[in-house]
């Protein structure tokens, strides 16, 4: 009798050890399978990120090329309302962020003991291409590159810092515009690096325009 309590026992012992090595291989495969699809979601999260970075490039660069060719083509250019260049009274930073979105216009930024003042417009207004836009310069009567609407950017958050900024000089008639980059490849010394290698004064941002040292560098951080 005793002889069969111990058999049964090393039984429930055999069958407690074979379910630990079954669950065992279970949580394996599961784990296999859980790593796959994060490393898919990672691959695909990366290729979202490129592509929005891509958009910014891109939208920057024709930014830049219609404000270029609007300096040379006006007889009388503006780069923007009296008073907001940096060279003025209320150096200002013009970003693509719709204050009905995030409301930053009270908001200011101290950049190497000098204050910086927000410019933003409304969600119905900051595509504006009459100066009533984000950027307020008057692209409608650009023939070439036409401007017909003002690109923002693809996530367009003051909060999470992805954004596009715009400032200028009055007195020698330059310009600053800047997008912040998602990307790990396009960020400082990344395979494809894009925000060090700018000529701009910022290592961690993407600049372009005819004097990138203007906007301060702690808008992002
Ligand atoms: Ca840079």
């Known amino acids: 009798m005793k ?4 058999s049964h026992k090393n039984k429930l012992e055999k069958e407690s050890k074979g379910f630990t090595l079954t669950e065992m291989l279970i949580v394996i495969f599961l784990i296999l399978i859980l790593v ?8 695909v999260s990366n290729y979202f990120k490129k592509a929005r970075d891509i958009k910014r490039i891109s939208d920057l660069k024709a930014l830049e090329m219609a404000i270029s060719i609007y300096l040379k083509s006006t007889s009388s250019p503006s ?3 009296t008073n ?12 693509s962020v719709p204050f009905d979105l995030e409301d930053v216009r009270s908001n200011t930024l101290l950049w190497q003991s000098k204050t910086y003042y927000f410019s933003q417009v409304s969600s119905t207004e900051y595509f504006k291409n009459n100066s009533n836009g984000w950027i307020p310069i008057n692209f409608a009567s650009l023939i070439f590159p036409s401007i017909y609407s003002l690109p923002a950017d693809p996530t367009n958050s003051y909060n999470k810092k992805l954004f596009y900024s715009y400032v200028f000089k009055r007195s020698s008639s330059t310009f600053e515009l800047n ?4 990307f790990e490849d396009f960020k400082q010394n990344g395979k494809e690096d894009k925000t060090s290698n700018d000529e701009g004064d910022n290592t961690l941002i993407y600049e372009i325009g005819t004097d990138l040292y203007m906007m301060p560098n702690n808008l992002y951080l």
């Open 3 to 6: 002889k069969k309590t111990i």
């Open 36 to 43: 796959g699809i994060f490393s898919q979601a990672f691959k």
């Open 79 to 81: 780069l923007g309302p």
């Open 84 to 95: 907001k260049a940096v060279d003025e009274a209320s150096s200002t930073i013009f970003i």
């Open 179 to 182: 997008a912040n980059l998602e």
